[in-house]
Nanobody, 125 residues
């Protein structure tokens, strides 16, 4: 079992920055890809960013590429999402997720077995 806890959400003005953090329990962290997804009211949960379990390659949705950076620390069992140049359309609940063991697909919700409770990010105009 993997338990994930997000932190760092809040209210920020457009153009500002936030750093989200996710702490994971368990001993299998290094064998799982880690992802960030977000969900706005009335919309489907969408992929934001992911980092691979093996070689730490990163992947980003086109909407956030160049603005967001995902990173992980396997020694600490944490994954972060640095969000810069925030826009009102980034407003959503952001979820940290841990993939199935040794997954090779990182951009779909179906690849993830464990989810955090979510943290609200609100960007005002």
């Amino acid at each position: 079992q993997v338990h994930l806890v997000e932190s760092g959400g809040g209210l920020v003005q457009a153009g500002g920055s936030l750093r989200l953090s996710c702490a994971a329990s368990g001993s299998t962290f290094s064998s799982r890809a880690m992802g960030w997804f977000r969900q706005a009211p009335g919309k489907d949960r969408e992929f934001v960013a992911a980092i691979h379990w093996n070689n730490a390659r990163t992947y980003y949705a086109d909407s956030v590429k160049g603005r967001f950076t995902i990173s992980r620390d396997n020694a600490k069992n944490t994954v972060d999402l640095q969000m810069n140049s925030l826009k009102p359309e980034d407003t959503a609940v952001y979820y940290c997720a841990a993939s199935k063991l040794y997954t090779i697909v990182v951009g779909s919700t179906t690849s993830y077995d464990y989810w955090g409770q979510g943290t609200q990010v609100t960007v005002s105009s």
